[in-house]
């Protein structure tokens, strides 16, 4: 399941690179393929956003709430597989 979420988190990095450096906006299956993947990840990264400062590097906002969970759950697959 954690290895499920860490792939959806490796996805919404790509999608968001994908939006932020083209002008692509999705549309139909795409649309839906985002949707799902954005509100999966949102659950945990909505709050940590809330908790942990954005940086700000010039006129640019680094938020460090992806790097963080993504940490977490990399450790937390460590953990399990330890078990």
């Known amino acids: ?5 860490l792939g959806l988190m490796i996805a919404r990095m790509i999608l968001s690179y994908i939006i ?5 906006r999705p549309t139909g299956a795409s649309a839906m393929f985002f949707e799902i993947v954005y509100t999966i990840t949102d659950v945990p990264l909505r709050p940590l956003d809330r908790v942990l400062p954005v940086v700000r590097i010039g006129r640019v906002g680094l938020s460090l709430s992806f790097p963080v969970l993504y940490l977490v759950v990399i450790i937390l697959i460590s953990q399990v597989s330890q078990i």
Request: zero cysteines; glycine letters at 0%.
């Open 20 to 24: 932020a450096l083209t002008q692509y």
């Open 1 to 5: 399941m954690l290895y499920l979420f």
